[in-house]
């Protein structure tokens, strides 16, 4: 899946690097937005809140971003997270469905 977007951001945006980063920060907005949903719905507002915030602020959480190819963990864990919040709404096939790019972009999502 990392391959697929790098050609798709390459048609669109031309081989910039800028584009790749761009991106990146996209996907790591989307897993942001999907982890503080996931959160809310299950302990409330400030927790969710509390765990984004970690999240983004974390040393560790840029390392993805910043490099170009840190596009496969960021698909992989973004499906996770999708994937997740579908079953946390009772839509289990749909959930399944989710987890396909994560599969596609890193074997390691089938610990999810």
């Given at each position: 899946m990392g391959r697929q977007l790098y050609f798709w951001s390459v048609a669109r945006l031309g081989e910039s690097p800028l584009a790749a980063h761009l991106a990146n920060l996209a996907l790591f907005m989307a897993i942001l937005a999907l982890l503080f949903e996931l959160v809310r719905r299950l302990a409330g507002v400030r927790p969710a809140l509390l765990g984004a915030s970690f999240v983004a602020l974390h040393y560790a959480a840029d390392v993805p971003?910043?490099?170009?190819?840190?596009?496969?963990?960021?698909?992989?864990?973004?499906?996770a997270?999708?994937?997740?919040?579908?079953?946390?709404?009772?839509?289990?096939?749909?959930?399944?469905?989710?987890?396909?790019?994560?599969?596609?972009?890193k074997e390691t999502v089938v610990m999810t």
């Amino acid at each position: 899946m990392g391959r697929q977007l790098y050609f798709w951001s390459v048609a669109r945006l031309g081989e910039s690097p800028l584009a790749a980063h761009l991106a990146n920060l996209a996907l790591f907005m989307a897993i942001l937005a999907l982890l503080f949903e996931l959160v809310r719905r299950l302990a409330g507002v400030r927790p969710a809140l509390l765990g984004a915030s970690f999240v983004a602020l974390h040393y560790a959480a840029d390392v993805p971003v910043r490099w170009a190819s840190g596009s496969q963990d960021l698909i992989a864990v973004a499906a996770a997270l999708g994937a997740l919040r579908l079953l946390q709404s009772g839509r289990g096939a749909w959930a399944s469905a989710a987890l396909v790019p994560g599969l596609l972009a890193k074997e390691t999502v089938v610990m999810t």
